[in-house]
């Protein structure tokens, strides 16, 4: 067994010399959640439906191009991967048919990824259920198993599916989202969590079909460990961990009465039926929805629309082969009828609601069922049985433990759950920006604190002027850190998903080369998770095909850093590649970083404020080809300092780099606290650096062909800090605005009026 390379301590995760790592990561890749062969991507229609016949072969990328991704990843300064891998692309063809050519291509690819030294977990991961209801995720067959027809799912809207749309530029933005409250997913979360409770009649293979789903995905998922696990080479390194379900729903579980939007649903766009209306149309009755649109203080309710399917349902009809799969239904489970009317929801005879509070609550003990509830309860249960598998293969796995979004995390602390090899691992986006994609400079609200009852009316919650905006998004982010660690116990918290779109303002910057708005919007977000002490992130999302007309290929999101109609940058590189022979060696940085007098921490190199001389720029190797708004992602990050970490952070806009910690002793010679410091910001002879003790030095490191400009201090014990000025560049001028305080009333009234 290969030996740790990263484990848990408390709340840190430590390196084999106990250096206090952070995960500065990337979630690669966002089109690995649609097949390579047919290349489907979701405004595609041709072969969609045939979900049996497709291949994720060469998903994130090929083994031949995979060397030139990580490459570029490493060059930019990431050290994590959240790999994505979806069920469908290990069991597409049917139950207990595993893809064996794409798992031995994963396998491939990650030993790929082992030559650059990353540390990768390993995420299963969905959006609304499926690729066949408008997301990603499971296989097709899991629908039909359900006793749904995907073939309706658009006339009956139980799901909006980019790939049926009749006009799939004219997708709206970001609706895909809606489908969590839509019937399909609301049907396929409620079965996979609570299946046994709210239908007992859906039997299949003799079991019920909560069990028959979990099964056969933690299965799925258990047949790509144990592969991984059989390859020999892999555990630890680059592996070092396991993600649960990626945002998983209650679907109807909780619903107290199915006739009303839940208060606690805060997102609505389009048409937006109540679970009753859902139902009606999802069996192919007509009704009159509201309509809601999303503007820049949230939902807001803009009309009505007829939703008349016209007799058809969202169901299979009762002469369906049900052969097709192999499966065995047990005759109580009619098809051609609503699971739920067999349930006595509702009579279809009279289109009567008869239990509006079906799923309000456990029919085990008649509590009243809140998400919290679901949470401690229904999404635990299964999250036991995934980890075990997990541990049963890789009994040292780290496991990222992802509740549902922004709700309240389950009640782990002190009990056998408080694995003390787990990582919590919330998701953050900044909703205004992501449903709008627009930039808002002068306000924003803090929704977690909207959220959890922190104010008395959402006016209360909104925030003006940039420089409030920014510390709002660190307060949320702090907040959720927090409210983890309450919950759950002491553990690491690492954002597994948090990005902005950057195709803000009806694509302005791909028009005219102005990327401010983006670097605003990310460099707010990554100032927040430094604020925040999180122990890292996995930025959504590194996109191998993003394209300015197509963005990510999935449903309209444009979150890619890169994309192929980007130009290369001039002038400048984001990975270090500067030579030995491009140093002035008679210069003070040269002699400090180079010299034999340095390797040992003395008296008198305490209080070092040394600034280098020019240093020449005209090194080219750097991947900067297709780079969107990098000034803001490619940042300096603490790699592995010795000690305890107490803050850190980047100042983009003047260019300063600053970390505090505090270490139990002088670092040993072979393990200094290790800073990425990207060549961009920080030019070789460009940069002053200040130290409270020791040495420092300079240098370009080489993994595997990814250059990386790095820094190496050699420090004393106790409270230690550092700090970095590069070059100020002409981007970081469009990071704010001056803030008059007349102005800033101005807008307060005016957002207020608005609510």
Partial sequence: MAPLRLRIDGRTFRDSDNREVTLHGINAAADAKFPAAPDIPSHVAENFLDGDNVSFVNRPFSVDDAATHFARLRGWGYNTIRYIFTWEAIEHAGPGIYDEEWIRHTIAVLRVAKGFGFYIFMDPHQDVWSRF????????????ACGLNPKTFDVTEGALVHNTYPEPAEFPKMIWATNYTRLVCQVMFTLFFGGKDF???AIIDGKNIQDYLQDHFIAACGQLARRIREAGDLEHNPIVGWESLNEPNRGLISYQDLSVIPTEQKLQKGTSPTAWQAILTGSGRACEIDTWDFGGMGPYKSGTALIDP????????????????????DPAWKLGECLWAQHGVWDPATDTLLKKDHFGKDPKNGVTINYEYFTNHYYMAHYRKYRDMVRGIFPDALMFFQPPVLEIPPSLKGTEDDDPNMIFAPHFYDGITLLTKKWNRVWNIDVFGVLRGKYLTPAFAIKIGETAIRNCFANQLTAIRQEGNDYMGVHPCVFTEIGIPYDMDDKYAYKTGDYSSQIAALDANHFALEESKANGFALWTYVVTNTHQWGDQWNGEDLSIYSLNDKPLSNSTFSGNASRSSLDMNSPSFSEAQSSETLQVSPENLQKSLLSESMSATSTNGDSQGLRAAEAFVRPTPVAAHGDISSYGFDLRNCTFKLALKAPGPTKEDAPTVVYLPQFHFPAGQTDIQISSGKWTISTEDANGAAM??????HAGGDQTLMVKGVVRKQGAA???EEDEGYLRQCQRQACTMM
Avoid: F
Wanted: charged share 20%; proline share 7%.
């Fill in 133 to 144: 209801s408008g997301g990603s995720g499971a296989p097709m067959w899991t629908l039909y």
């Fill in 735 to 737: 990071l704010g605005v």
């Fill in 709 to 714: 400009q790095i820094l190496k201090w050699y």
């Fill in 310 to 329: 016209e007799g058809e349902t969202a169901w299979l009809p009762s002469d369906y082969d049900d052969s097709h799969y192999g499966w065995k239904r």
């Fill in 199 to 201: 239908a007992p009649k």
